[in-house]
């Protein structure tokens, strides 16, 4: 038996009503060039807002004719929904696009493989690098998470599966906790640890401080996270006999599993760019310190930081590549993750 | 003129073909039930009657579906006006949480725009046809999700009334149920079929034989899309079933 019948899609767009909308976008194309040629309109801000508001008017038009106004009015929403997602992502890729146009000029291989012992930042940008910077950067960002993904995560099993007496105190704390100034995370690490049994700077002390700074997200997201986890599961877990920690570790944690790992990334993306605290906890340095526990440290935003003030051409060129560095490896980072989390889950 | 005439269905997920060949009447006025084994196809087909299979970004369509003449799928003719003409009940009752009872049966006409004179009529009609009234009347401000299960399913009902549709499509609306509220729901089938067309899918035989006028059995064999096997009066499916099949399901000797 063969089937003679070909699937469609009959809800899809027509060819006609595609070429109904191209035109229409065509038309508000049109219609802002005019206007800015014969009114006192111009400039390119001038040419988006007009352009927005002819598409906006031209397409929820074109349904109005179409299917009447509440069409309509789903086209205007869908316009506007359009249009503030390009809002969102114009700072966004300008950003990206600054640091990667500024960042490339010392981007060369001596960088990546280079400290700062030799060569000083007054030097030419095909001498010294930031590998020193990179690898404390790591090493923080690791250690911090270390820290504050554990806590994090069991704080918030403490919210979401124990329910104690204290849950709603710990929730108002973490909550007030993520308005903490990052300095003052810097400046009680300090005086609670610099000053004190740490006995100097130390990579430690800038995990603890960014630790401190990670914990809120960490733990309000996986609180979140958690909470999305059907009840029925953890019935389902209990009455099969597990006991309660069997039931979370069992069943619980890997359900929320790709959501814990989000918590993790934007506590990542909460600290990987944090300069103030480290200064105060790891101060910087230049050369690779393989303790973590004894002596400064470097980390990418120190070194953005360090080249800035020195004013030099050579300077910013080496911090605009330091910032362009750091954003890549958060972004390594991010995709390591999610790549992580999206496995086994199919 | 209000029948529903299903012309050729057939339905895919991707490239693989579920549904082959499905041809229907639901004549004004009667209830059709849709029965066969799980993963038959059923669920598929009256989804594709109100266009809720084009939902699954990977579906794909052949057919028609005639309301009153007028293919549904046809160009030009608007997705959600079909939807307000066909309603659809579904098998684990859904009130909104955020509503109260009354602001349940009111919400097809909000989110419509059709504008009701006078609401509280609507109201007490549609849960009167639901067979919920009496239960509810001195408690209509109070949030839904204070009824039962078998309350919810039949506000679920009611709240599809509200809209006045021709046809109403059940996807197994008693599975959730226990026996006393699939009674009331099967009654509220028998007040309401005058003036709805009713399809239902149900894996209850017994439903099925007490409910429907027609019945249609839909099986996919292993490997093969869903088709239907045989439709015709309900009595006779159970009674005297043309082909064996039919008969064996029927008769509860497998699926």
Same mark, same amino acid.
């Given at each position: 038996?063969?089937?003679?019948?070909?699937?469609?899609?009959?809800?899809?767009?027509?060819?006609?009503?595609?070429?109904?909308?191209?035109?229409?976008?065509?038309?508000?194309?049109?219609?802002?060039?005019?206007? %800015?040629?014969?009114?006192?309109?111009?400039?390119?801000?001038?040419?988006?807002?007009?352009?927005?508001?002819?598409?906006?008017?031209?397409?929820?038009?074109?349904?109005?004719?179409?299917?009447?106004?509440?069409?309509?009015?789903?086209?205007?929403?869908?316009?506007?929904?359009?249009?503030?997602?390009?809002?969102?992502? %114009?700072?966004?890729?300008?950003?990206?696009?600054?640091?990667?146009?500024?960042?490339?000029?010392?981007?060369?291989?001596?960088?990546?493989?280079?400290?700062?012992?030799?060569?000083?930042?007054?030097? $030419?940008?095909?001498?010294?690098?930031?590998?020193?910077?990179?690898?404390?950067?790591?090493?923080?960002?690791?250690?911090?998470?270390?820290?504050?993904?554990? %806590?994090?995560?069991?704080?918030?099993?403490?919210?979401?599966?124990?329910?104690?007496?204290?849950?709603?105190?710990?929730?108002?704390?973490?909550?007030?906790?993520?308005?903490?100034?990052?300095?003052?995370?810097?400046?009680?690490?300090?005086?609670?640890?610099?000053?004190?049994?740490?006995?100097?700077?130390?990579?430690?002390?800038?995990? %603890?401080?960014?630790?401190?700074?990670?914990? $809120?997200?960490?733990?309000?997201?996986?609180?979140?996270?958690?909470?999305?986890?059907?009840?029925?599961?953890?019935?389902?877990?209990?009455?099969?006999?597990?006991?309660?920690?069997?039931?979370?570790?069992?069943?619980?944690? $890997?359900?929320?599993?790709?959501?814990?790992?989000?918590?993790?990334?934007?506590?990542?993306?909460?600290?990987?760019?944090?300069?103030? $605290?480290?200064?105060?906890?790891?101060?910087?340095?230049?050369?690779?310190?393989?303790?973590?526990?004894?002596?400064?440290?470097?980390?990418?935003?120190?070194?953005?930081?360090?080249?800035?003030?020195?004013?030099?051409?050579?300077?910013?060129?080496?911090?605009?590549?330091?910032?362009?560095?750091?954003?890549?490896?958060?972004?390594?980072?991010?995709?390591?993750?999610?790549?992580?989390?999206?496995?086994?889950?199919? | 003129?209000?029948?529903?005439?299903?012309?050729?269905?057939?339905?895919?997920?991707?490239?693989?073909?579920?549904?082959?060949?499905?041809?229907?009447?639901?004549?004004?006025? =009667?209830?059709?039930?849709?029965?066969?084994?799980?993963?038959?196809?059923?669920? =598929?087909?009256?989804?594709?009657?109100?266009?809720?299979?084009?939902?699954?970004?990977?579906?794909?369509?052949?057919?028609?579906?005639?309301?009153?003449?007028?293919?549904?799928?046809?160009?030009?003719?608007?997705?959600?006006?079909?939807?307000?003409?066909?309603?659809?009940?579904?098998?684990? !009752?859904?009130?909104?949480?955020?509503?109260?009872?009354?602001?349940?049966?009111?919400?097809?006409?909000?989110?419509?725009?059709?504008?009701?004179?006078?609401?509280?009529?609507?109201?007490?009609?549609?849960?009167?046809?639901?067979?919920?009234?009496?239960?509810?009347?001195?408690?209509?401000?109070?949030?839904?999700?204070?009824?039962?299960?078998?309350?919810?399913?039949?506000?679920?009902?009611?709240?599809?009334?509200?809209?006045?549709?021709?046809?109403?499509?059940?996807?197994?609306?008693?599975?959730?149920?226990?026996?006393?509220?699939?009674?009331?729901?099967?009654?509220?089938?028998?007040?309401?079929?005058?003036?709805?067309?009713?399809?239902?899918?149900?894996?209850?035989?017994?439903?099925?034989?007490?409910?429907?006028?027609? =019945?249609?059995?839909?099986?996919?064999?292993?490997?093969? !899309?869903?088709?239907?096997?045989?439709?015709?009066? =309900?009595?006779?499916?159970?009674?005297?079933?043309?082909?064996?099949?039919?008969?064996?399901?029927?008769?509860?000797?497998?699926?």
């Amino acid at each position: 038996m063969s089937v003679s019948v070909l699937p469609t899609q009959p809800w899809r767009a027509t060819p006609r009503i595609m070429a109904t909308e191209a035109a229409g976008v065509l038309a508000a194309l049109l219609l802002t060039l005019l206007t %800015l040629r014969f009114t006192g309109f111009s400039g390119r801000l001038a040419a988006a807002v007009l352009f927005v508001a002819f598409a906006t008017a031209i397409s929820s038009g074109i349904e109005w004719r179409r299917r009447g106004f509440e069409a309509a009015q789903d086209a205007f929403v869908r316009a506007m929904l359009l249009t503030a997602s390009a809002l969102v992502m %114009l700072p966004l890729l300008s950003i990206l696009w600054t640091v990667v146009q500024n960042g490339r000029a010392a981007l060369r291989p001596n960088f990546f493989t280079q400290d700062l012992t030799s060569a000083s930042g007054t030097g $030419p940008i095909d001498q010294g690098g930031a590998i020193h910077a990179i690898v404390g950067s790591i090493e923080l960002v690791a250690l911090a998470t270390l820290i504050a993904m554990p %806590l994090g995560v069991l704080s918030a099993l403490y919210l979401t599966e124990i329910r104690g007496r204290l849950s709603g105190t710990i929730r108002f704390l973490t909550q007030a906790m993520s308005g903490v100034p990052s300095v003052v995370a810097g400046l009680f690490v300090y005086s609670a640890w610099v000053l004190g049994p740490g006995k100097g700077f130390s990579g430690f002390a800038g995990a %603890l401080a960014l630790a401190i700074l990670m914990l $809120p997200t960490v733990a309000r997201t996986a609180e979140e996270v958690l909470k999305l986890v059907p009840e029925h599961l953890r019935e389902a877990g209990l009455a099969l006999g597990g006991t309660q920690w069997r039931t979370v570790a069992g069943i619980v944690l $890997p359900t929320a599993r790709s959501g814990l790992i989000t918590a993790g990334i934007l506590g990542v993306a909460r600290i990987a760019g944090e300069t103030a $605290p480290l200064i105060l906890t790891v101060f910087g340095a230049v050369a690779i310190n393989t303790s973590m526990f004894n002596g400064p440290v470097s980390a990418l935003p120190l070194y953005v930081f360090g080249e800035l003030k020195l004013g030099l051409d050579t300077a910013f060129a080496r911090a605009w590549t330091g910032a362009l560095v750091l954003m890549f490896l958060v972004l390594v980072l991010f995709a390591f993750a999610r790549w992580l989390g999206g496995r086994n889950t199919r | 003129m209000n029948d529903l005439v299903a012309k050729g269905i057939h339905a895919w997920f991707g490239k693989r073909l579920v549904l082959e060949d499905v041809n229907l009447e639901f004549a004004h006025g =009667t209830v059709t039930a849709l029965i066969g084994p799980s993963g038959c196809g059923k669920s =598929t087909f009256i989804r594709t009657l109100n266009r809720m299979h084009e939902f699954v970004p990977e579906a794909r369509f052949a057919g028609q579906v005639l309301l009153g003449g007028n293919d549904v799928y046809a160009q030009g003719e608007d997705v959600t006006k079909v939807r307000l003409r066909i309603g659809m009940v579904f098998q684990k !009752p859904n009130p909104f949480p955020s509503m109260t009872i009354r602001e349940n049966v009111l919400a097809g006409p909000k989110l419509a725009r059709i504008k009701v004179d006078d609401k509280t009529t609507l109201v007490e009609k549609s849960l009167h046809q639901a067979g919920l009234w009496n239960e509810v009347k001195d408690r209509l401000n109070e949030p839904a999700l204070a009824l039962s299960g078998g309350q919810q399913q039949r506000l679920c009902i009611a709240r599809s009334l509200a809209v006045d549709p021709k046809v109403l499509l059940m996807d197994e609306p008693c599975s959730a149920l226990d026996p006393a509220s699939t009674l009331r729901v099967e009654e509220t089938i028998d007040d309401i079929k005058h003036d709805v067309t009713v399809v239902i899918v149900t894996h209850n035989m017994q439903q099925a034989g007490r409910v429907s006028d027609y =019945t249609a059995f839909f099986l996919a064999e292993l490997g093969e !899309p869903g088709r239907m096997v045989e439709y015709g009066e =309900t009595k006779q499916i159970f009674s005297n079933p043309r082909d064996n099949r039919t008969e064996r399901y029927v008769t509860g000797q497998f699926g």
